[in-house]
């Protein structure tokens, strides 16, 4: 597929916008990567996802395609060939659905309120959530990995990008929080796991380092602040 015809709209320091780079990647497929600031609404965002105006935004020919998971899936399903994305067994596949569900509607926005939070008491509250909920991705791991390196077993699948998107931004937190949120003895799977993850060949190029990720939450709440003066 050439690359004019596989297009999406993003910023690099977003992990939504890596959930798409992933799949790409595994399925090697080719793509052109349009560099936009979400922040200033541009003109082709806010016309090709005009419901919520979010990267990323994913073009295939004339289709276009907004949600991350959402992008995820449809590449799995319009690319056949190359490592399967998504179980195909039925249970399989709504097990996946429902613990991505959870990272992005639960689990994720906690480390959007840990970094609102107003003073350290209120920060270690919020902390200790995002703890609870790696306790509960533990046994998820567990049970969809069946012993296997990865959520979907010897590959990369849906979960692990779903989840895995957040591990630079993970060690982000741990460094602003100055304490380990992924704690090898609470959760010596996820411990595990998230280091081939990071060093899996069509992810390690896709995440940015922790220093250029803390460099750009910087620049992010100063944005914030500066908006709401």
């Known amino acids: ?33 349009i560099q936009t600031k979400p922040y200033e609404k541009p003109e082709l965002l806010v016309k090709s996802n005009p419901v919520h105006k979010k990267i990323p935004v994913f073009f295939h020919g004339d289709k276009i395609i907004c949600e991350s998971l959402i992008i995820v899936q449809y590449i799995d ?39 609102d939070a107003k003073g350290e008491e209120a920060k270690k509250e919020v902390t200790e959530k995002i703890c609870e909920g790696w306790v509960l991705l533990e046994d998820a791991f567990v049970k969809c990995s069946r012993g296997k390196a990865f959520f979907g077993g010897d590959n ?47 992810v390690k190029d896709v995440m940015l380092q922790t220093e250029k990720l ?6 992010i709440v100063s944005m914030s602040t500066s908006t709401s003066d």
């Open 77 to 115: 399903d319009a690319w056949a060939h190359g490592p399967s994305i998504l179980p195909s067994d039925p249970y399989d596949r709504a097990v996946a659905h429902f613990w991505a569900g959870y990272i992005d509607e639960k689990w994720l926005p906690l480390f959007v309120k840990r970094r």
């Open 1 to 33: 597929m050439a690359s004019s015809d596989v297009k999406f709209l993003g910023e690099w320091p977003c992990p939504f916008v890596n959930r798409v780079v992933m799949a790409l990647k595994i399925k090697s497929i080719e793509y052109e990567f």
């Open 214 to 219: 803390s460099e750009f939450l910087k620049k």
């Open 156 to 202: 990369i699948g849906y979960i692990d990008i779903a989840l895995g998107c957040q591990v630079g931004w993970l060690k982000v937190t741990e460094s602003l929080a100055g304490a380990k949120i992924l704690d090898e003895t609470k959760t010596p799977g996820l411990f595990g796991w998230a280091e081939r993850f990071y060093s899996n060949s069509p």
